[in-house]
């Protein structure tokens, strides 16, 4: 076996941080059936060096909904100093350049106070398998686990609503219809935040997602459960 192999066996068989153990029994029994306004959102957004797998998370923003409003005065916004600070493709996107990064906090300092901040709030994002998969990859070398937290995209709840409403309307749903979360906010007139910043982004996706909640199903999703299943298939829902 090879000393990395070695390590990484070592690092996969090391215990979980105590954050962690906190998180996984909070969600040990999680309740679906509760009305939305019972429980606790965090709306998250992160910037990355690249999308490749040896690239790193660079900025984290999120905002808390509580009682299916949003909490102004509750955020989290961090740089993050990655391994590489060298400009890239993506530098051009986020406009976070090396010279900010250098005195950011690297991710082992500032992961145990995002872990924190999300307590037993559900994390809602757009395209949300993205960010969990770096999230998470993080956690799990920093704080030797991944986290338990249920999760909701705004991807799939908007397509849900696309189907339900395009179909009811005009009898199809246009697939090319726009997935970009900014196009999106334009074509359903809510207020508009700027593009590739994470809080930002986190922001644009909350206003989205309480938009969604109050629309989707004409008004009738009151409880967790019900969101999740509105946002099956249509053709799953028919049966």
Known sequence: MSLLSYLRELLEQRQPHPL???????????????PLTDYS????????????????????????ISNMQLEL??????????????????????????????????IRDVLPE?????????????????????????TKKVLGGTLANPTIDTL????AYKETSYVCDYGY???????NLNEIAEEFKLPRFKA???????????YLFLFLAKKLNNGQVQTLRQLHNVGQPLLLRQN
């Open 20 to 34: 962690l153990v906190e998180n996984r029994r909070r969600f040990a029994q999680f309740d679906q059936n509760k």
């Open 41 to 64: 959102f965090v709306v998250l957004d992160t910037e990355l060096t690249g999308l490749s797998y040896k690239d790193e998370i660079i900025s984290i923003g999120a905002v808390k």
């Open 73 to 106: 005065g509750n955020v989290f916004h961090t740089l993050v100093r990655p391994l590489n600070l060298k400009h890239n493709q993506a530098t051009f996107i986020h406009q976070i350049t090396p010279d900010q990064l250098r005195a950011a906090r690297p």
């Open 114 to 138: 995002f872990v924190e901040f999300c307590g037993d709030a559900l994390l809602i994002g757009h395209f949300l398998e993205i960010d969990m998969g770096y999230l998470n990859r993080a």
């Open 156 to 159: 799939r709840l908007v397509k």
């Open 173 to 179: 749903c246009d697939q090319s219809l726009p997935c």
């Open 196 to 206: 590739h910043s994470a809080l930002e982004d986190a922001l644009q996706c909350a």
